[in-house]
Nanobody, 120 residues
Framework: QVQLVESGGALVQPGGSLRLSCAAS????????MGWYGQTPGQERELVAI???????TYGDSMKGQFTISRDNKKNTVYLQMSNLKPEDTAVYYC??????????????WGQGTQVTVSS
């Protein structure tokens, strides 16, 4: 089993920056892609960014600020650098891991989420 724990969410003013972190523990050998999803009340989770084990990145279309995803495989941690944040970026951000089914009973894992609020 894999556990994902996010941190770094906060209240920031428009134009500000945050860096979210997600630390993975447990059966980390089964982790393939990792990423971030955002969710607001009443809506489905939307893709923010995905990064593969090899470092290739894919970004969704929903974010309004400037986001960059990265990972440190030695520390089993994925990051989301968020800059020039806008109120529309307000959401609960969830860490995501896509599992390799050769090594895991589950095909994905989710963190508990961390709240990002962009407001004056």
């Amino acid at each position: 089993q894999v556990q994902l724990v996010e941190s770094g969410g906060a209240l920031v003013q428009p134009g500000g920056s945050l860096r979210l972190s997600c630390a993975a523990s447990g059966s980390i050998s089964g982790i393939d892609d990792m990423g971030w999803y955002g969710q607001t009340p009443g809506q489905e989770r939307e893709l923010v960014a995905i990064i593969t084990s090899g470092g290739s990145t894919t970004y969704g279309d929903s974010m309004k600020g400037q986001f960059t995803i990265s990972r440190d495989n030695k520390k089993n941690t994925v990051y989301l650098q968020m800059s020039n944040l806008k109120p529309e970026d307000t959401a609960v951000y969830y860490c995501y891991a896509e599992m390799d089914l050769r090594y895991s009973e589950d095909d994905e894992a989710w963190g508990q989420g961390t709240q990002v609020t962009v407001s004056s």
